[in-house]
């Protein structure tokens, strides 16, 4: 049997305190550590969609990262940080609810309506909810998870990559098909795209892969501007991974721009799945009144 996510916390914590282990190595880990048979590793979730030791060990990452308990130096390896060693020399066991005190998780236990008391797995978590309010809470939680691991894997690609993404985005969205532009003659326009085939409607894109602590400012939105006013296009798309500064936001000028920052270019890449796959879906279903009657 899979133990409860909670008592899975300390030991992987604990696991990583001489070295770091890739997702492998701390899968067999917990084997070790809880004796567990090839069954309860091959054991489902309730749904019976997911793997609970698989599912288990996820929710430990994304719990550490939150807590800045460990970092990911490299895809699938995970590494134990100095707060992360500091509360192994001062504990014997770890709680969600220890996690409260670090400013970080407090933050995105909040933003994701995360009750830290019950276990995760629990039926019994949101009591005070209705099936279908939990059911929306967690697939908001595991959603806001995911665009969180979107932007931290889009800034480990190139700039180019960056650019291909967008413009793929833009026409999943419905925009015509786009073409990166010549990085030696750009002059601030990373891509184009043609809404008609004759190219009568044309918009400009500006692409920018930055740090959250990087925002857009003004200045990058005026040096656009000035670029759709020399290619002689009213219409514009600003995206960027961080944010806009409200002096940015609040630039007018006679031209069409679109501003999207990191939140909005994650929700929209998971909306027109783009760098995404649905792993599972369940079903809601009602009854068919009209079945019924007579």
């Known amino acids: 049997m899979i133990p409860q996510f909670e008592e899975f916390l300390y030991p992987f914590l604990l696991a990583l305190k001489d070295s770091n282990l890739t997702t492998k190595q701390m899968r067999a880990k917990m084997i070790d550590n809880f004796n567990l048979t090839a069954d309860d590793c091959a054991t489902t979730t309730k749904g019976g969609n997911s793997n609970q030791l698989s599912d288990r060990i996820g929710w430990c990452r994304q719990y550490f990262r939150r807590a800045l308990f460990i970092e ?47 276990d995760i797995s629990s039926p019994e978590s949101d009591k005070d909810l209705t099936p279908t309010e939990s059911l929306e809470k967690a697939y908001n939680a595991i959603n806001n998870d995911l665009a969180e691991e979107l932007l931290s894997t889009i800034l480990e690609q190139t700039p180019s990559f960056f650019e291909k993404l967008v413009l793929k985005l833009l026409e999943k969205m419905g925009y015509g098909k786009g073409v990166v532009t010549q990085r030696t003659s750009d002059e601030g326009i990373d891509g184009i795209i043609n809404e008609d085939k004759l190219g009568l409607d044309i918009i400009h894109i500006q692409a920018k892969r930055y740090k959250p602590d990087n925002k857009v400012g003004r200045p990058l939105m005026q040096a656009f501007v000035g670029a759709l006013d020399g290619a002689g296009v009213n219409k514009g798309v600003f995206i960027t991974t961080s944010n806009f500064t409200k002096e940015a936001l ?45």
């Open 72 to 118: 990911i130096p490299q895809r699938g390896t995970y590494a134990i940080t100095q707060r992360g060693l500091d509360y192994l020399s001062n504990h014997t066991s770890l709680h969600r609810s220890d996690l409260m005190q670090y400013p970080e998780f407090a933050a995105y236990a909040s933003s994701n309506g995360i009750d830290v008391t019950p």
């Open 250 to 294: 609040d630039y007018k000028s006679s031209k069409k721009i679109a501003k999207i920052d990191g939140k909005q270019l994650t929700n929209l890449m998971i909306q027109y799945n783009v760098g995404v796959t649905t792993e599972y879906t369940y079903e809601v279903k009602r009854i068919d009144k009209d079945f019924f009657e007579e």
